[in-house]
């Protein structure tokens, strides 16, 4: 059973950073492609990052380029998104959620599994 479990959100002031984790489990990991979504209320999950397990290529959706960076420690089956300079509009569930196919994931958002999500709250 594919299992993801997010950590690392919490509340913290603009420009800050915080770093989350999606601890993976139940799957083989290189064969993965992990990706970050999130969620404001009242607002459709947006797409943020991926980064395919197997060659470590990434992509950012274009408000988060540049401020968050997305890495992958493939001996802990573990996925981090590092975010920096975060703004009010960051402030969201951010879910991970992993997928053997990229196109379902990122482009379909319909993975294999999503988490539970982690809170981020940036405050102005």
């Known amino acids: 059973e594919v299992q993801l479990v997010e950590s690392g959100g919490g509340l913290v002031q603009a420009g800050g950073s915080l770093r989350l984790s999606c601890a993976a489990s139940g799957f083989t990991f290189d064969d993965y492609v992990i990706g970050w979504f999130r969620q404001a209320p009242g607002k459709e999950r947006e797409r943020v990052s991926y980064?395919?397990?197997?060659?470590?290529?990434?992509y950012y959706a274009d408000s988060v380029k540049g401020r968050f960076t997305i890495s992958s420690d493939n001996a802990k089956n573990t996925v981090y998104l590092q975010m920096n300079s975060l703004k009010p509009e960051d402030t969201a569930v951010y879910y991970c959620?992993?997928?053997?196919?990229?196109?379902?994931?990122?482009?379909?958002?319909?993975?294999?599994?999503w988490g539970q999500g982690t809170q981020v709250t940036v405050s102005s």
């Open positions: 980064i395919s397990s197997s060659d470590g290529i990434t």
């Open positions: 959620a992993a997928d053997r196919n990229q196109f379902k994931l990122w482009l379909l958002k319909r993975p294999t599994s």
